[in-house]
């Protein structure tokens, strides 16, 4: 039983294929103006959408320094079960001396 059904999958398969193929295009829809929107949509709405957080970022940039929090040591933080396998083995891939504490604390401290 398990073998018949098997061979009526492929063949099941085959008759839907079209089927899901018109449902996917772009076409299947009749817009003729899908085109339009999508570049009046990349227009109004994603480019300016690109500028404000461009802004933004600007603007965050010329803030200045911000406080790094006061280091409290967690005992179920900064858990070092083998060292990593770059450098010393202590710091993280992307560590930043100022922000990253290590489990003892900061590093300028």
Same mark, same amino acid.
């Given at each position: =039983?398990? %073998? *018949?059904? #098997?061979?009526?999958?492929?063949?099941?398969?085959?008759r839907?294929?079209? @089927?899901? %193929?018109?449902? =996917?295009?772009? *076409?299947?829809?009749?817009?003729?103006?899908?085109?339009? =929107?999508?570049?009046?949509? $990349? !227009?109004? #709405?994603?480019?300016?959408? #690109?500028?404000?957080? =461009?802004?933004?970022?600007?603007?965050?940039?010329? @803030? *200045?320094?911000?406080?790094?929090?006061?280091f #409290?040591?967690?005992?179920?933080?900064?858990?070092?079960?083998?060292?990593?396998?770059? *450098?010393?083995?202590?710091?993280?891939?992307?560590?930043?001396?100022?922000?990253?504490?290590l489990? $003892?604390? !900061?590093?300028?401290?």
């Amino acid at each position: =039983m398990a %073998a *018949g059904t #098997v061979s009526r999958f492929p063949a099941l398969l085959g008759r839907l294929q079209p @089927q899901l %193929a018109r449902l =996917m295009s772009s *076409g299947a829809h009749g817009e003729e103006g899908s085109a339009r =929107m999508w570049k009046a949509l $990349t !227009y109004l #709405v994603a480019l300016p959408g #690109v500028a404000v957080s =461009m802004l933004n970022v600007f603007l965050k940039s010329h @803030q *200045g320094e911000h406080e790094r929090p006061e280091f #409290v040591a967690y005992p179920h933080l900064r858990i070092r079960s083998k060292p990593f396998p770059w *450098g010393d083995g202590n710091h993280t891939l992307f560590h930043n001396a100022h922000l990253n504490p290590l489990p $003892t604390g !900061y590093e300028d401290e």
